[in-house]
């Protein structure tokens, strides 16, 4: 996986559950549990907004990315990027 959810990490360091973080967003608690896992494909911008308010923090402190042990994107020469 590229890009990592630190859900859980934040609600830790807020010492909140997912139910707690639901009710204050109105977001599903299934969505917040997928996300919490990190079992999402794709992440609703709107949702991320809400989180970030909620748990007074930036998209950054949510979401991170790492680097791929297999490059995905190819150069223009079609080579994989390295």
């Known amino acids: 996986m590229a890009i ?8 830790g360091e807020k010492r909140w ?3 707690d ?10 969505t917040i549990g ?3 896992n990190e079992m999402v494909e794709r992440v609703n911008l ?3 907004d809400l989180i970030c308010e909620a748990l007074e923090c930036d998209v950054s402190d949510i ?3 790492e ?5 995905r994107v ?5 080579n994989p990027i390295t």
């Not at 190819?74 to 079609?78: D, L, R």
């Open 4 to 11: 990592r959810v630190l859900l859980s990490t934040r609600l």
């Open 67 to 71: 680097e791929n042990k297999h490059p």
């Open 74 to 78: 190819k150069s223009k020469n079609g």
């Open 46 to 48: 709107d949702h991320l």
């Open 63 to 65: 979401l991170k990315r």
């Open 21 to 30: 973080l639901s009710r204050a967003t109105d977001i599903r608690p299934s």
């Open 34 to 36: 997928d996300l919490y």
């Open 17 to 19: 559950t997912q139910a």
